[in-house]
């Protein structure tokens, strides 16, 4: 009899909340629903939808328009990246966030940031090794980890008040459970995102500080999730992202090109951390994805070398920031006009979680069959999620009137 492993077979990896809706929402499920797939508006997708860089683009074009680049892209580069794509990253890192001593050592370039992250549970976790992670936080977190290992422990520090529907409300209290965790059950990493995926929070400067400084002192390495870093909503860009791995030894940093150039499918990733993680790493990489995808990396180093000197790249990323706070304000305009409910103001990514006061999988369920409007349950991404969906403007940045017309729809369904 043909078996395949206890990880896949077993039910330690399910599918995500996120991937259950999306299968909810297939044309072909919407038909069996008797409703129209034009007339669906979905709130779902984990995705920005701005433009790309014209100048990225044309960089594709040039590769593609020249036989011999183009056969030259097809070959490999080395297993931690390409030295000048890195040589790029690292002057992005510092003209456009602050980071002053990164360089291309500190990073290692992956398929993409789901890819390098897995990359680093193996190259930080033992079988008996414990991970911290926040509740609520991104839902396929839990599932790499379990698939990476079926038993590893996973902690989930509560990080939401479900009574006052907030967000990291004390701070210090929070540090303290950290550090009676840290204590008791000895964990070698604390995974968190921030702007957060679902909340759109994000952690203070201050708790970024402490908790670097508490993980530390116990040995605790912290691995920060920088998805969302190019929307931030604050006046001033946050300090915790001109932080630097040469400065705090635990800190890695997950990077990729999805979220602020639209390279979604495009896909490149890459860690910053000190140069005895990149070279734990780059053992990893060489059995996981061998080298990371050279026209990717030829394109996007071709770009910034002129675009990080024209300050072009400045501008572009500061418009989509401006772009995505006008939806974001948007959305929290329309929740509080048509739906009525709790939900936390976004500080950063494309994200907020509204309080719908039931089973957050039943209301989801229920607005998709009666008015074709797709939510994603909260439960996924904790247990202090399951009265809550999350909302996500990102795909319909660019459709301000979409986001009106679902939040009303809404609205006249809860009304009856």
């Not at 007339?39 to 939808?49: E, R």
């Not at 759109?200 to 970024?208: E, I, K, N, P």
């Not at 001109?242 to 639209?262: G, T, V």
């Not at 300050?311 to 995505?324: F, H, I, Q, V």
Request: hydrophobic share 40%; with cysteine; proline share 3%.
């Amino acid at each position: 009899m043909l078996r395949l492993s206890k990880i896949v077979s077993g039910d330690s990896v399910k599918q995500s909340p996120i991937r259950k809706i999306m299968e909810m929402a297939d044309p072909k499920n919407i038909a069996r629903m008797g409703l129209n797939q034009k007339d669906i508006i979905s709130f779902a997708g984990g995705w920005v939808n701005h433009d790309a860089p014209e100048g990225l683009r044309r960089e594709y074009q040039k590769i593609a328009n020249d036989k011999d680049l183009f056969h030259k892209n097809g070959g490999y580069t080395a297993t931690e990246g390409d030295f000048e794509f890195r040589t790029m990253i690292a002057e992005m890192e510092k003209k456009i966030y602050g980071i002053r001593d990164l360089t291309p050592d500190n990073i290692i370039v992956g398929q993409s940031s789901t890819q390098v992250l897995f990359s680093l549970f193996i190259a930080l976790l033992d079988a008996d090794d414990k991970i911290v992670i926040f509740d609520p936080t991104y839902a396929n977190y839990i599932e790499q980890l379990h698939a990476f290992r079926k038993n590893i422990k996973v902690i989930s520090l509560n990080v939401f008040n479900k009574g006052s529907w907030t967000y990291m409300q004390d701070e210090d209290e929070i540090l303290k459970s950290l550090k009676k965790v840290i204590l008791k059950d000895k964990p070698k990493a604390i995974l968190v995102c921030s702007p957060d995926n679902p909340t759109g929070q994000m952690l203070s400067d201050r708790f970024v500080e402490k908790m670097l400084n508490v993980c530390l002192k116990y040995g605790v390495f912290v691995l920060i999730d920088n998805a969302y870093k190019a929307q931030y909503y604050t006046i001033k860009r946050p300090k915790q992202f001109s932080l630097s791995p040469n400065d705090h030894e635990n800190l890695i940093m997950i990077n990729s090109n999805s979220k602020w150039c639209r390279g979604l499918g495009r896909r490149l990733g890459w860690v910053e951390a000190n140069k005895k993680i990149i070279s734990a790493l780059k053992t990893v990489q060489q059995t996981v994805v061998l080298c990371p995808d050279t026209m990717h990396q030829t394109a996007m180093t071709n770009y910034l070398k002129y675009n990080l000197k024209n300050g072009s790249l400045k501008a572009y990323l500061e418009d989509n920031r401006n772009k995505y706070k006008l939806a974001s304000e948007f959305t929290s305009k329309c929740i509080e006009k048509y739906l009525q409910m709790r939900y936390l103001k976004p500080q950063g990514g494309l994200y907020t979680v509204v309080d719908v006061k039931m089973d957050g999988d039943k209301f989801v369920q229920n607005v998709l069959k009666n008015v074709g409007v797709i939510f994603v349950p909260g439960s996924g991404f904790g247990k202090s999620l399951t009265n809550g969906i999350r909302i996500s403007f990102g795909p319909l940045v660019n459709n301000l009137g979409k986001i009106e017309e679902g939040f009303l729809r809404v609205k006249k369904f809860l009304e009856k």
